[in-house]
């Protein structure tokens, strides 16, 4: 959790507030990186969703702060895309679960095996992150810009899914796909 935050809020912010009087004086804008995770919680990802809905929350307060100088603040929220991430996340899963209780094993460790098959299945589907580039460049250079932009269908379909239904639904679409039992002691 910390690592997650430190990395993607605390360094985020003190990035932007290094740069911002360049950005200022030069008429530029500021780009943050977010997700859809940003939007909508995953199981198992609540240490990075928390991470991206505090960019979500920076950045739009951020464009409010910086309005009286014209200073655009742009936020692009890319879905699945090839990422070293996924690696990285099965790794420290596997490690964490060499120090689980029998206890804690026994509830979690076929939910845990579910979300790291889920991860794969996602990372063989993922996009091309250079689509994620096209759109970071076109939110720095159009004339324009956007408050935010969603890249790739799976984070429009997200989005639009999680306007549209109502919580318990959301909440069960999302623990199916990642592989959560429905109870229990079920198996995923």
């Known amino acids: 959790m910390r690592a997650q935050l430190e990395v993607n809020v605390v360094g985020l912010v003190a990035t932007t507030q290094a740069f911002l009087p360049a950005i200022r004086a030069g008429g530029g ?3 943050m ?7 909508v919680a995953t199981p198992f990802l609540g240490a990075y969703s928390a991470s991206k809905f505090a960019v979500e929350v920076l950045s739009d307060t951020l464009r409010q702060e910086l309005r009286p100088w014209g200073v655009p603040v742009v936020i692009v929220e890319p879905g699945s895309f090839t ?11 596997r490690a964490d679960r060499t120090s689980l209780s029998a206890d804690a094993e026994s509830r979690y460790g076929a939910a845990l095996d579910a979300f790291l098959e889920f991860g794969r299945k996602t990372e ?14 076109r939110a720095l250079t159009t004339s324009r810009p956007r408050v935010r932009y969603l890249v790739g269908a ?3 379909v997200t989005v639009a899914l999680s306007r549209l ?3 318990g639904a959301m909440d069960a679409l999302l623990t199916r796909a990642v592989g959560l039992p429905r109870r229990a002691g079920a198996r995923p």
């Open 124 to 137: 063989a589907r993922a996009g091309d992150p250079a689509r994620v580039a096209e759109v970071v460049e």
């Open 29 to 31: 804008r500021v780009v």
């Open 33 to 39: 990186i977010s997700s859809t995770a940003g939007r």
């Open 154 to 156: 799976d984070s429009r």
């Open 165 to 167: 239904l109502p919580t």
């Open 83 to 93: 990422s070293r991430n996924r690696a990285g996340t099965e790794t420290a899963v």
